[in-house]
């Protein structure tokens, strides 16, 4: 069974002559353990594809499914607790808590889900010594670089285990070595463990860290392109399929 | 820890300032509430116990109903009774001891009121049980001794061989201590023993006594006896001791309504100032907030997490308001202490805390904090987890909300109404009703008066103050909620200083009608039946013997009740009272109602009197007296300086004699004659009044200075509130600024990208800072005026008669409060936009 799957998803932001479609009629399968880039140029719709797929908004038409379960049957509340099991976001700007320390930022979903503080912690020790961040548990966001704090993100993103991770441009804020980085974690996320990622880019060398790329054009998916080989050869392929668009 | 009370604290710690800022607000309304009802039942208490007579232990004891009293022959009645062993009537009353001749205590003031006992040596130890300490008791035949109690012994250093002088009605009587004897347990009063007729003399109540204590024959049934013993006596008679304070009631639950009236103002502010610090609060953290709710926090856990904070404001500003409230009774009590014992010869003891007044500070610190939280609160609960992601800009903005508005104006008439219904319960309610009124009415406001304001600030500052127009004109809402920080302090400012103009000019014109005569013999304790001994008639004809003297009058007093309601009954002589003094007449005419005095059983009776029983003129009245009840008639409603604040009803010294069997002179006034010599005068004056220690001599100029002193030292006291009370809505307009600057930061962005200096940014800044204020100010001079108007309405509804006097003097204050506070306000938020970095501002979300 397929992770994510969408069918026919449409969402049409304003009304009558202000109404702008985002999305029209995406499908879309992940398959559990991929890692898949989405990329296509500004204001295609990439941005509001993902947040439909993580229960943020709610389409206009279609539906969205997560491992088979309609995301459009669910309450506010259970899709609160179904972003707070199921998936891990990863956002351009970290969007850590400021007042909190690393390793609090990073128990903090497990904290939501009612797992004792004291486990929390430990949870948050192991995810921040596995993105090689041991050394800065007790430092708060603004005691850390842009890398870092990305680092903590994706730890906080995968230590309540989910099955999925979303990230939303996780490389846009960085320079191009932390961007490297980063998408050589997310790529281990998925080699090492055994997550999927969905991702979302305008950057090619980021996406050609991915196994497969879908192209957005004015809300539709216009192509899709399984990467083999190494990351130069996939780089040079997705700014080919670009300039396409 | 719970996580949420960590991160709330850690949210809370990160902004210190502020946190401390708006605490402080919630702290300061809880002080005023809390210190202030300390201070009000310890005043209420000083007057109870120290004019009350102890309890005793014995199995029956009569008094009269009024608390005035009757003849020695009711003891032969009760001796009478079946099943009554021994009985023993005695005279107690309450003395003021003259400063002159009064002990010095421990902390260097002297004894001010002493309970006086005149008893029979010979039947009273059959009811009582007197230990002697020291000396011995009173026996048959003694005169001028004393035995003290054992309490008053030690404070004043007492002992026998000592003398003590009292005042009399013939002047003074000087006194031998013979016994020193232990006090009644629980016994709180300072009380002093000596012959009844000694008493009764003292007093100027021959053959009359006011208490009469019994004892049962063992075996038989108390209470069928008290029952009898007072059915054979008749009316006029209750059980039990005598009690002091129904006719202070009225005054002591006005001086609450009013402390809670404004600590309740202070707290509204307090919640407003919390609610802005939330809203900017909630807006600073869109993108953390939308972050818990993206990574699973519910909205419940979100509104929680705002709740929590408020919470701990709430608790941390209660719990330092109580400390604080603590200190301010006590500092409150060590300033008025001093006067009230002057004034009222009482000493005040330490502030009482009753648990009501806790659960009322604590309920309303923490109450309003949460409720103020509530909305931000649940405002934030509806951020959605998109905007972890794409925050939207500006979302706090608030339209002007017709439906908002119309329930304003209804929030307002209800106030209105509240205001009108003369129920100062109702009036401070609808205080509040009405400033929130106000505050939903503004957005609807907000563009006309923009519009007007905005034309003289273009004068000033042109391109700018067009600027900042248009950003209030566009946000209506928002701008109407800063202003209204400003508004409802500055109400109060305009509010307090219409009240305190009106009150000082209404309260020098009671001075000057009925203290306005040229020499007066006050007693030394304000509250005339506060202990004063008053003077036979020998005093009253010395004085109008006095070369130069024109006319003298005098005002005499007694204890009546009228239904539930001890009332002084004060009598005057209706023809001499009105030309050397007067009452201020708020209904009947004083022509009319002084020759009705005169003509039969008639009375005045005061505002205070008059608002608490809904009285009317005409009406007809039950004074129960010790000869009985006895009707009389509401001549007209008017009332002295002295007595504003008590239940009081003026009647002719004739009626007085006649019912309560009153003939002292408590207070006497006298008017010179033109062509007098006033040194003179004055010099014959002073030696009678030496005679007569229970009283002091002053001249209407001298009486009039007095009070003025005491009168500025209080105005001081409130003023320093009402500068105190300014401070928070300065608080308040710096948090709204800065949630200002923050919501438009990628506005400002484009401002400096498109060519605008930091300086015309500053002046931006500034330029709407003044325009909310002068919104502010012109809300809160509508708001105060109005609020102080009605203000004097119901103080006038409670029986204090004054014209309103419009307050210029509070308004030229609240227009500069407005403008500086304006600038003050708008400068860290200025300098906060000029230094923004221009491209993070531009890439600001």
Known sequence: MAIVETKELTKVYGRGDAAVTALRKVDLRVEPGEFVAVMGPSGCGKSTLLHLVGGLDRPTSGRVALNGQDLSELSDDALTRLRRREIGFVFQFYNLIPVLKAAENVALPLVLDGVSPRKAQSQAQLWLERVGLSDRTDHRPDELSGGQQQRVAIARALASEPALILADEPTGNLDSRAGDEIATLLRRVVDEWKRTVLMVTHDPRIAAYADRIIFLKDGTVVDEARLVGGNDGAEKLVRQRMEDL | ?845
């Not at chain 2, 069997?661 to 002073?686: C, G, K, N, W, Y």
């Open chain 2, 1 to 845: 820890m719970s996580y949420y009370i960590r991160l709330a604290l850690r949210y809370l710690w990160g902004r210190k300032l502020r946190t401390i800022l708006t605490t402080l607000a919630i702290a300061f309304g809880t002080m005023l509430i809390f210190g202030m009802n300390g201070l009000v039942p310890a005043v209420e208490a000083a007057y109870r116990q120290q004019l009350m007579q102890a309890a005793s232990q014995v199995d029956l004891t009569i008094t009269g109903e009024t608390r005035s009293s009757f003849p020695e022959t009711a003891l032969e009645v009760v001796r009478g009774t079946p099943g009554v062993a021994h009985a023993s009537g005695s005279l107690v009353r309450p003395v003021v001891v003259p400063p002159a001749d009064a002990p010095l205590l421990p902390d260097g003031s002297r004894l001010g009121t002493i309970v006086l006992s005149g008893i029979d040596p010979e039947t009273a130890p059959q009811v009582r049980r007197f230990e002697v300490v020291s000396g011995r008791l009173l026996q048959p035949g003694d005169r001028n001794v004393l035995v003290v109690s054992e309490s008053l012994a030690r404070k004043a250093s007492l002992e026998p061989g000592d003398r003590l002088r009292l005042p009399s009605a013939t002047g003074v009587a000087t006194f031998e201590i013979v016994g020193v004897i232990a006090g009644e347990p629980g016994a709180v009063s300072d009380e002093v023993y000596t012959p009844l007729p000694v008493a009764q003399a003292l007093l100027n109540q021959p053959g009359r006594i006011n208490t009469i204590e019994a004892l049962v024959v063992p075996g038989s049934d108390a209470r069928a006896v008290r029952e009898a013993a007072l059915a054979r006596l008749g009316s006029g008679f209750k059980l039990g001791e005598n009690q002091v304070g129904s006719e202070l009631q009225a005054a002591v639950e006005m001086g609450e309504v009013a402390f809670n009236l404004f600590g309740v103002l202070t707290l509204a502010m307090g919640g407003f100032i919390i609610f802005n610090t939330f809203r900017t609060v909630v807006v600073e953290r869109r993108r953390d907030i939308g972050m818990l709710r993206a990574v699973g926090a519910s909205r419940r856990a979100v509104i929680g997490l705002i709740l929590t904070e408020s919470l701990l404001q709430g608790v941390v500003g209660t719990a330092a308001g109580l400390c604080g409230g603590y200190f301010l009774a006590l500092g409150m009590g060590a300033i008025v202490g001093p006067i009230w014992s002057q004034a009222l010869r009482l000493s005040l003891g330490g502030p009482v805390f009753k648990p009501a007044t806790y659960v009322l500070a604590i309920g309303l610190g923490i109450g309003v904090t949460l409720v103020a939280g509530l909305w931000p609160a649940v405002s934030a609960g509806r951020v959605t987890p998109l905007e972890a992601l794409r925050p939207a800009e500006g979302e706090a903005s608030w339209k002007p909300a017709r439906r908002r508005a119309a329930f304003g104006l209804a929030l307002v008439v209800v106030a209105v109404l509240g205001l009108a219904s003369g129920n100062l319960n109702l009036a401070s309610l609808g205080a509040v009703l009405f400033l929130a009124g106000l505050v939903l009415v503004g957005p609807v406001l907000v563009r006309p008066i923009a519009g007007v304001f905005g034309r003289l600030l273009e004068l000033v500052l042109a391109q700018e103050g067009r600027i900042a127009e248009g950003n209030l004109a566009r946000q209506p809402g928002r701008a109407a909620i800063t202003a209204s920080a400003m508004t409802i302090g500055l109400a109060i400012l305009v509010a307090l200083g219409g009240m305190t103009t009106s009150l000082e000019s209404g309260l020098f014109r009671y001075i000057d009608q009925s203290l306005g005569a040229d020499y007066l013999l006050m007693p030394h304790s304000m509250v005339l039946g506060g202990g004063n001994v008053g003077a036979g008639p020998e005093l009253a004809e010395a004085v109008r013997s006095v070369p130069g003297i024109a006319e003298v009058t005098t005002v005499r007093l007694a204890m009546g009740r009228i239904g539930d309601t001890d009332v002084q009954t004060i009598g005057i002589d209706p023809e001499s009272y009105p030309r050397v003094a007067g009452l201020e007449f708020s209904a009947g005419e004083p022509e009319e109602a002084f020759a009705a005095l005169a003509e039969g059983r008639a009375l005045i009776a005061n505002g205070i009197f008059s608002a608490q029983s809904r009285l009317q003129v005409g009406e007809e009245l039950t004074l129960q007296t010790p000869e009985g009840p006895k009707t009389y008639r509401v001549a007209g409603i008017g009332m002295d300086f002295l007595n504003a604040k008590l239940a009081t009803v003026y009647v002719s010294q004739e009626n007085l004699a006649r019912d309560l069997h009153e003939t002292s002179d408590i207070l006497l006034m006298a008017d010179r004659a033109a062509d007098a010599d006033p040194a003179e005068v004055r010099a014959q004056l002073e030696r009678i009044v030496a005679q007569y220690p229970a009283f002091s001599l002053l001249s209407g100029d001298e009486m009039r200075e007095e009070y003025k002193q005491m009168y500025g030292m209080a105005m001081r006291l409130l003023h320093l509130l009402m500068v105190t009370l300014a401070i928070p809505s300065l608080i308040a307009l710096m948090n709204t600024l800065g949630i200002n600057v923050l919501e438009r930061t990628r506005e400002i962005g484009v401002l400096r990208a498109v060519g605008s200096t930091r300086r015309q940014v500053q002046r931006m800044i500034v330029g709407e800072s003044l325009l909310l204020s002068a919104l502010g100010t012109a809300f809160g001079l509508l708001g105060g005026l109005w609020l102080g108007y009605v203000l004097v309405g119901a103080l006038n509804a409670t029986g204090f008669k004054m014209s309103y006097f419009f307050p210029y003097s509070g308004i030229v204050l609240a227009v500069a409060v407005g403008l500086v506070f304006g600038v003050i306000a708008a400068l860290l938020p200025a300098r906060r936009a000029a230094r923004l970095d221009l491209l993070a501002a531009l890439r600001y979300e």
